[in-house]
């Protein structure tokens, strides 16, 4: 596999503060909070406009860091991880607090301030749990729990390291949109179908072990208890109108994530090798993209291919492929999950890449209708 050419930078060469940039929602959610109004507005601005313009501006990060610099010459990265939980915590409940017994503003400018809090959960909050829990520390991993626990979402850890990882592109994997799939149809068939998912892969684990699913190490109860105790929380705070709006706020960041989701896989399917069999994952199976400045504010996710492929490499190290190796996407992830809420524009724009995708990787492919139909069976073994 070909990386990108550009030359890659050494050790000592990676730097940590570029991405520290993600700390300014911290400034724009007090913003907000404080003075309402149009200054609402502000984040969901910085996000979705002024970050794309930038990317523009700035264009590609291409570089690729040495993928065997050790944890210690990381600190700042990680560190930048492990303190987010409590910046979180309390931006979502010192909001509250503000909002119940101080700020005096109409409905709209209260759900417009919560609209922000989740997108700030979504774009930071949920990335950086996602990183976490990939991790083989287990404060790592608990942090991320709680983290999603802040946006009643916790079953995503198990559906996104034993459903999504293992089954990606194939018919078991919840979260990768079919072809011509709309978003409004993926994000509903994702809400109703992805608790399941995660249950029945926990009950399977559980079951090579020779225990029940009920049993109380199964994880699923973990994430229900921290959920439980946020929204108690909520409830201490602003009663059943607290509760409301926290539920809100874990809606927006869900529907960000579900959207982050959409983009990294439309289309693209891992080829049947027949008897419920399926290729390995590989790089070409995820959609990428190298734009600089969001790939700091979402601490390269964006590197999607390279994550795939190394789940446990730390985010400052996930390298970038050549075009000719991984399908790209034309901008960074905010315009493109802009558009996914658009489905004719999406597939206007993506359903030609998708088939130009096939005729790349698998041109000896000439019948693609079982991929479409949803008629290939699921993976052999899949819980």
Known sequence: MTLATESPTNKTGLSAWPYWMTLSFVPLVALAVLYGGWVVLLIP????????????????????????????????FRLLTWIWFPVQLMLVFGTLYYLTYVGQYSSLETLGIMF?????????????????????????????????????????????MLVHHPYVGTPRDTVTARYNEGFHRAFARVLLTGFGSAWRAEKAMLARRKRSPWHLSNPIWKYLVLQLVFLGVAFAIGGWVGVGLFAFQAFVAIWQLELTNYVEHYGLTRKHLGDGKYEPVKAHHSWDSAHRVSGLLLINLQRHADHHLHPMR?????????????????????????????????????????????????????????????SLPPPKGAG
């Open 314 to 374: 730390r985010f400052p190290l996930l390298q970038v492929y050549d075009e000719t190796e991984v399908p790209m996407l034309p901008t960074g992830y905010p315009p493109m999950t802009a558009l996914a809420m658009f489905p004719p524009l999406w597939r206007r724009m993506f359903n030609p890449r998708v088939r130009a995708w096939r005729k790349q990787f698998y041109p000896e492919i000439t019948d693609w209708t079982a991929y479409k139909d949803g």
């Open 116 to 160: 922000g809090i989740g997108v700030t959960t979504g774009t930071v909050g949920i990335v950086y749990a996602h990183e976490l829990f990939h991790k083989p520390n287990r404060v790592e991993r608990g942090l991320g729990d709680l983290l999603m626990a802040l946006v009643l979402y916790g079953h995503f850890r198990t559906e996104h």
């Open 45 to 76: 601005f910085y996000g979705w406009v002024l970050m794309p313009l930038l990317d523009v501006i700035l264009g590609k990060d291409l570089r690729n860091p040495d993928p065997d610099t050790p944890d210690a010459e990381l600190f700042w």
